[in-house]
């Protein structure tokens, strides 16, 4: 491994006493040995510290800092940056965990290539360790697909898993590290579309991480602030250089097409956000835009929006009915 490039690993921590443990066994198991661990815990009140204190290897290095929280995680994030001395960076979060050739994988992939990052599937598990799904189910879709295409497709929705990626070093300092827009409590999204102006991704089609889903996670416990953030992508288009911006738009016919229709469907989602919240004056007013200017299935879930308004009554339900009928 000694002519082989350093890889730097990314952990943020903050109470995972009951998932730490098998985060650092995982990386301990990589096939691929040259790497570092930069593990900084958020101040946890927990036996996290302990824990990571038990394993004696001295690529695994760790810090602690008083805690700052998810809206500074873009700090958190910077500083293990300028802490790491790999030539790549892997990102794997304290509860979550990787495959054991994961390292190997993808840095030989990245050395045969001239992509800035590399990401594939994430299997996702419970609390207890039970695999729910597997993220993204289409990962064919974005084998091969040109630069500006799979740059449109971040503007819409994020595939790509945290856990599963590897990116040059070189790269994220080129764009000034991490990204975490006010307002967003992640930095991937926004991360990724500035990487993604740089140069190729690279899809690799296996299990590259896994993700923990459980009550004390940020997306569980912070869905109204995710709903509100899912804006960011419109923003981010709206406001790069015109060249850029023209480049985009030359690869993607009908882009602005479905940037416009993703900003109305924003007015339902806000709505529903504002509802959950008790804000049912401010739910009424952008239920209204999208029944106004919606498409007709969008029209027809803004009226339940309102309805629901009225009633005081969150709709957590429907989408435990979509999910329903999807089975």
């Given at each position: 491994?000694?002519?082989?490039p350093?890889?730097s ?8 006493e ?14 691929y040995?040259n790497?570092?661990?930069i593990?900084i815990?958020d101040?946890s009140?927990?036996r996290?510290?302990?824990?990571v ?18 809206w500074?995680?873009?700090?958190i994030y ?8 790999g030539?790549y960076i892997a ?13 190997e ?9 001239n992509?800035?990052?590399s ?19 289409n990962m064919a ?19 790509i898993?945290?856990s ?15 990204k ?7 930095v ?6 500035q990487?993604?102006?740089?140069g ?7 299990v ?19 709903i ?12 790069l250089p ?12 009908g882009?602005c ?7 109305i ?7 529903r ?12 007013r ?10 007709p299935?969008?029209k027809?879930?803004?009226l339940?929006?309102?309805?629901s308004?009225?009633c005081r ?11 329903k009928?999807?089975?």
């Amino acid at each position: 491994m000694e002519n082989k490039p350093l890889v730097s690993i990314i952990t943020p921590t903050y109470n995972h006493e009951k998932f730490i443990g098998t985060c650092l066994e995982s990386v301990l198991s990589q096939t691929y040995s040259n790497w570092e661990l930069i593990v900084i815990d958020d101040g946890s009140s927990d036996r996290t510290g302990f824990v990571v204190s038990q394993y004696n290897d001295k690529r695994i290095h760790y810090m602690r800092q008083n805690n700052q929280g998810i809206w500074k995680l873009g700090e958190i994030y910077n500083k293990a940056l300028q802490l790491s001395k790999g030539d790549y960076i892997a990102v794997l979060e304290g509860d979550d965990f990787w495959p054991p050739y994961k390292l190997e994988l993808q840095t030989n992939s990245l050395e045969r290539s001239n992509a800035v990052l590399s990401w594939g599937k994430a299997k996702i598990i419970d609390s207890q360790g039970n695999i729910i799904e597997t993220l993204p189910g289409n990962m064919a879709h974005y084998i091969g697909l040109p630069k500006y295409n799979f740059f449109s497709e971040l503007l819409f929705d994020n595939p790509i898993p945290s856990s599963s990626v590897v990116c040059r070093k070189s790269a994220l300092l080129s764009i000034g590290g991490f990204k975490q827009p006010s307002g967003l409590p992640y930095v991937d999204e926004p991360t990724w579309l500035q990487l993604g102006l740089m140069g190729e991704f690279l899809p690799i089609d296996e299990v590259l991480g896994c993700y923990r889903r459980h009550e004390r996670q940020v997306t569980s416990s912070m869905k109204t602030a995710m709903i509100k953030a899912s804006r960011y992508s419109i923003d981010f288009f709206d406001g790069l250089p015109a060249e850029a911006k023209s480049l985009v738009l030359e690869n993607v016919p009908g882009l602005c097409e479905k940037l416009k229709r993703k900003n109305i469907e924003y007015s339902y989602y806000l709505g529903r956000a504002n509802l959950t919240e008790g804000n049912h004056f401010e739910a009424n007013r952008h239920f209204l835009k999208a029944m106004r200017e919606g498409h007709p299935t969008l029209k027809a879930k803004a009226l339940v929006g309102i309805i629901s308004n009225l009633c005081r009554k969150d709709m957590g339900w429907l989408d435990a009915l979509s999910r329903k009928v999807r089975r």
